[in-house]
Each structure stands twice: as structure tokens, then as C-alpha cells.
């Protein structure tokens, strides 16, 4: 009989954020009945002070290092950053990442036992759309919180609007208030782009559902499912692609395929949404292409 094996799941973030969860689905879809799956939550987006990150990454790597799993499976960058790094980076332990956004260089991978699937959003496809629904629109605002994620998450859009002639204007905030000031000054914008509100203090999406109403003037653009309640127009990445593929990869290395034949790649799925409510307000009319493709967002609004 073959021996039960066991992998470790650590997310950067908690149960509830809808990411987080979506990738959690995904791993458990493909692990159930697989592996003996242990799972530890750093939340790091509810807990932002450094010291409690290395902290927090201190305690999980010491009983990681207890279970001695087959295979550690981390998500997002904080996981990368202060727990693979420091502790599991070129060691004896397979490493399986998801989640994290863009490039993973700055993490030194791929490393010797480390392999993974990076978070790629579907960019340049909101730009060239938003600049068509915009008549050429030339001005963005990019409206998110003030954390690792969504700094590394905006550069890429500055970048990438940058080889389209567009310019996009950061507002990172803190809080709910400091929000809707930033969405308040969006007057001159041609769209506006929200980034994730993990992170925000006193985050309550239902409350702002009325203020968006009353100020939706100009098309809103976001890459989060989550954030459809107060967006026209969504392009979405799906967290689950992150997780099955990750529990995916790990049944193999598990198998007997070593590590170094699984290279790094991205994401490759993605949806769009439109929100019909909200974009009858704003009196903006989507292409009947893009309407043939978007998902119908109905709920909320």
C-alpha cells in the first residue's frame, strides 16, 4: 500500500478575501483524496506592519519544518517573499508557487527546488478597449490600495499604457474616505481602473455602492470579479486556474517529474464582465463584440 503523502498549502492572505479563496478552491478541487493538506493563512493584507510579517512567516516556517511535507504550495507574493526566500529557497523541499503578480525575479526564481505560475492580468486588452469606449481617451486613474501588490500591479499598467500613448495617475490610499476622495478627483480622467481593496480600512463595499451611482460619469474599469459591483466594464483574471495548476503540479513532483522540468509560466484564462446597470447610468455603449464575449454582471447595482 502506498504511503499517504502530505503537502503544505500556505496563502499570503486569509478566508474571505475572494482571491484567496478562489485559489483555495482550485488546490482542494484538484488535492481532495490526493494528499494529506495542511494549510496555514499568513493574512498579510489584514496585518500590513513588517514586523508581523516576518513574524508570522517565522512561526509557519518552523512547523512546515516539523510536518516535513512532499510539497509546499504558497500563493501570492508575501508567502515568496518572506517565507520561500528566507527558509525553503534552494533547499530539499519541492516549492510550488501561484499568485504572484507579474515577475519573480526580484524572489530569484525559478531556484533549484522552485517552480510556479505568475499572476498575469489582462492589461493591454482593458487599455486598447478602454481607449476605443473612450474615443481615444488618453488619461487614466488608477485607484487601489496602498500595499505591495497593487504598487507592483500599477507599475505594470503604467508601463504597459506608456507604449500606448495613455497616461495613468496612481491614488493608493488607506482607507474607505481617502477612496472616494481619490475616485472625487477623477474628474479630468478619461477611465478610471480599480485595483484591489484588500488592504483598505473600514472597506465597505455596499456602502459605496450609492456614491458610485451618483458619480458614475466616466467608463470604470477593473481586473477583480469582486469588483464588479462598482466597475462597468471587468477583465478578470480566475484564481482557480492558479490553484488547480499548482495542485497539479504538485501531484506530479509527487509522481516522480522533478521539478527542474516544470518551468515557470502565466496565467492564460481569463473573462470579461460588464455591468449592465451601472453602464446604462453612465450612458456608455459598449461594442456589440465586446458584448457578444462580456459575462453579464447583474447583481448589486
Not at 498579510?44 to 512561526?59: G, L, P
Not at 509527487?254 to 527542474?260: F, K, S, Y
Request: hydrophobic share 40%.
Amino acid at each position: 500500500m502506498a504511503r499517504a503523502w502530505t503537502c503544505v498549502y500556505v496563502s499570503s492572505y486569509h478566508k474571505g478575501y475572494d482571491w484567496s479563496d478562489g485559489v483555495e478552491r482550485g488546490l482542494r478541487t484538484v488535492l481532495e483524496g490526493q494528499c494529506d493538506l495542511i494549510q496555514f493563512d499568513m493574512d498579510t493584507k489584514r496585518n500590513k506592519d513588517e514586523s508581523y510579517k516576518i513574524k508570522k512567516a517565522r512561526e509557519i516556517a518552523f512547523e512546515i519544518k516539523k510536518i516535513r511535507p512532499d510539497v509546499l504550495i504558497t500563493s501570492d507574493d508575501n508567502a515568496a517573499k518572506y517565507l520561500v526566500v528566507p527558509y525553503f529557497r534552494g533547499g530539499n523541499t519541492p516549492v510550488v508557487f501561484c499568485g504572484i503578480n507579474w515577475t519573480v525575479q526580484e524572489y530569484g526564481f525559478p531556484a533549484s527546488n522552485v517552480t510556479g505560475m505568475i499572476e498575469v492580468a489582462p492589461v493591454r486588452p482593458m487599455l486598447e478597449w478602454a481607449h476605443k469606449l473612450t474615443e481615444s481617451g488618453t488619461r487614466g486613474v488608477y485607484i487601489g490600495a496602498n500595499t505591495l501588490t497593487e504598487k507592483k500591479d500599477y507599475n505594470y499598467f503604467s508601463k504597459a499604457a506608456a507604449d500606448m500613448n495613455i497616461e495613468i495617475e496612481p491614488m493608493l490610499v488607506d482607507d474607505q474616505q481617502a477612496w472616494k476622495s481619490a475616485f472625487e478627483q477623477t474628474k479630468e480622467a478619461d477611465f478610471v481602473i480599480l485595483g484591489s481593496p484588500s488592504g483598505i480600512e473600514n472597506w465597505d463595499k455596499e456602502a459605496l455602492l450609492p456614491f458610485v451611482r451618483a458619480h458614475a460619469d466616466k467608463l470604470i474599469l477593473t481586473n477583480y470579479s469582486w469588483m464588479m459591483p462598482l466597475a462597468m466594464l471587468g477583465f478578470v483574471k480566475i484564481p482557480e486556474e492558479q490553484g488547480e495548476w499548482a495542485a497539479k503540479t504538485a501531484v506530479a513532483i509527487h509522481e516522480g517529474v522533478p521539478i527542474q522540468r516544470m518551468p515557470i509560466i502565466a496565467n492564460r484564462k481569463w473573462e470579461v464582465y460588464e455591468n449592465i446597470s451601472l453602464l446604462k447610468l453612465s450612458g456608455i455603449e459598449i461594442t456589440k463584440t465586446l458584448r457578444a464575449r462580456a459575462k453579464k454582471y447583474r447583481q448589486g447595482l
